[in-house]
């Protein structure tokens, strides 16, 4: 081997001894996935149509195929060309892609672009009832929490209490805080499931009367006391005596303290002092 040729293999041995070996990189840790709110079954996955739906089918360029129809209670519904297809508990995305493929399986269009709007809305509601704004049926087209179904009927009376009951279907009942309903993060405020029932009762109230500024029957607040439902009746008068406070419970009378806790229909009766 002459020098020339021992000279180009030295140099091609340094070069691989020089060249940095690859360093690895960091992998960067895997997306952790958010948990998913609870949902009202496949009202999350779109409208779930049912009985008494009305709905319009159509496809792209044919105004001959364009029907408006009532899902019937049997859940059919009726087509040109492809007659009576079955719709109850479908997704609007699921029936579209039904009818798509009936349209194509049929032979009488090669591609077609089928939209459906839903015109009304029956089959899905909820009920609210109490002391709200608006009781009544409130129809759900998509997944709602509590919060605004009560926005919808305009919210709790002043009149209401300060926590609501939902009936599930199931008969399952789950009582709720108002205040952490309006304030509180998504799990104070679930989403509502079609057929619940939604009660604001009234709020639980107290009477007094006797030597009060302004005897009468009030609201009671949460953790009201025997003191504070004197204050909210303006007061003793002069001739009122804290010592001389009666109340009315149940059929029983009691003489509690001024930091006894007040309950449901109480009625405080203030006597006159001794002068």
């Not at 019937?72 to 297809?85: A, H, K, Y």
């Not at 009367?209 to 004197?230: C, Q």
Request: hydrophobic share 40%; with cysteine; proline share 5%.
């Amino acid at each position: 081997m002459n020098l020339a040729k021992m000279f180009r293999l030295c140099m091609l041995v340094l070069a691989s001894l020089c060249v940095t070996p690859a360093v690895a990189q960091p992998v960067a840790p895997a997306a952790v996935p958010v948990a998913a709110d609870p949902s009202p079954g496949a009202l999350t996955d779109g409208y779930v149509l049912g009985a008494g739906d009305v709905i319009e089918v159509g496809v792209l360029g044919r105004e001959d195929f364009r029907s408006r129809v009532q899902v019937l209670v049997d859940g059919s519904i009726t087509l040109p060309l492809i007659g009576n297809v079955s719709a109850t508990n479908k997704t609007i995305l699921q029936l579209k892609s039904e009818i798509q493929d009936k349209l194509r399986g049929g032979g009488y269009f090669s591609n077609p672009a089928v939209s459906i709007w839903v015109v009304t809305y029956a089959s899905r509601y909820v009920v609210v009832l109490g002391e709200v704004g608006s009781p009544g049926i409130v129809p759900i087209d998509r997944a709602y929490r509590i919060s605004e179904i009560l926005a919808r009927v305009g919210g709790a009376k002043a009149s209401g209490a300060d926590e609501l009951t939902i009936t599930r279907v199931s008969g399952e009942e789950v009582k709720l805080d108002l205040k952490q309903i309006a304030t509180d993060t998504n799990q104070s405020d679930p989403f509502v499931n079609a057929g619940d029932k939604i009660f604001v009762p009234v709020a639980p109230s107290f009477y007094v009367y006797g030597e009060v500024h302004a005897p009468g029957n009030y609201r009671i607040d949460t953790g009201m006391t025997i003191r504070m439902a004197i204050a909210r009746s303006g007061g003793l008068t002069p001739l009122g005596s804290q010592n001389k406070l009666k109340v009315n419970r149940n059929g029983r009378e009691y003489r509690l303290r001024l930091d006894d806790q007040i309950r449901d229909k109480d009625v405080i009766v203030v006597g006159q002092r001794f002068f």
